[in-house]
């Protein structure tokens, strides 16, 4: 079974650009999530999809942040402007489905860095 | 309140010893629990999952789960340098959709 699979690894821009992310879920996974890790802290939730539609974006800063799954399948973060305090590694996670026991499989995550 | 803590840490611990983690929630209808290691650069790796009261055994993890004090715990036995990372606590919500939030993680350090 493939895993979950993000691009780039590595990103590092100056702020007020914009960067965008790219994650493909293991296949048959209807739930995928983003998440954001600031070194020395857990991950914290950004969006949670369950196939194509958002369930939660609470903690999404919609004033920079926007995702999107189209077609229930791979999934799109982007950040325009970057600000300093976005440097972070994003993570992407999928699972079959979105309660219970049911368990996050992690993609390797995507390290910005915003000079 | 934080939804999910952890003990600050960091822990160190000699090899062979016990190392003993914790973690408490705030939300009571929380249903599931898990532990995640994460070593320095690499992604969160599933370790442990309980979902009812008392002790799961996994080789030489077990981890604890006492809800009526929102308390969930992970036990490393004969600690090996190779568990030196991450501990990360993340409870699932009891809501429909069900979010898992994590708390800050727990360095733990085993010494040879």
């Known amino acids: 079974e493939a895993g979950v699979a993000q691009s780039p690894r590595y990103k590092i821009i100056e702020k007020r650009q914009s960067v965008a992310f790219w994650c493909n879920p293991i296949?048959?996974?209807?739930?995928l999530y983003w998440y954001q890790q600031i070194l020395g802290q857990g991950p914290k939730l950004l969006i949670q999809?369950?196939?194509?539609?958002?369930?939660?974006d609470s903690q999404l800063p919609k004033d920079r942040f926007s995702a999107e799954r189209l077609k229930g399948v791979d999934s799109t973060l982007k950040i325009q402007p970057a600000k300093l305090e976005d440097s972070a590694v994003y993570l992407c996670?999928?699972?079959?489905?979105?309660?219970?026991?049911?368990?996050?499989?992690f993609g390797a995550g995507s390290r910005l860095t915003v000079l | 309140q934080k939804e999910v803590e952890q003990n600050s840490g960091p822990l160190s611990v000699p090899e062979g010893a016990i190392a003993s983690l914790n973690c408490t929630y705030s939300?009571?209808?929380?249903?599931?629990f898990f532990w995640y290691r994460q070593y320095s650069g690499k992604s969160p790796e599933l370790i442990m999952s309980?979902?009812?009261?008392g002790d799961k055994e996994d080789g030489r993890f077990t981890a604890q789960l006492n809800k009526a004090s929102q308390y969930v715990s992970l036990l490393i036995r004969d600690s090996q340098p190779s568990d030196s990372a991450t501990y990360l606590c993340?409870?699932?919500?009891?809501?429909?959709?069900?979010?898992?939030?994590f708390g800050q993680g727990t360095i733990l350090t085993v010494h040879p």
């Open positions: 296949s048959g996974h209807a739930t």
């Open positions: 996670a999928s699972s079959l489905v979105q309660s219970g026991a049911n368990v996050l499989t």
């Open positions: 309980i979902y009812s009261n």
């Open positions: 999809f369950q196939n194509n539609g958002v369930v939660d």
């Open positions: 993340a409870v699932r919500s009891g809501t429909s959709y069900g979010k898992l939030t």
């Open positions: 939300d009571r209808g929380s249903q599931s």
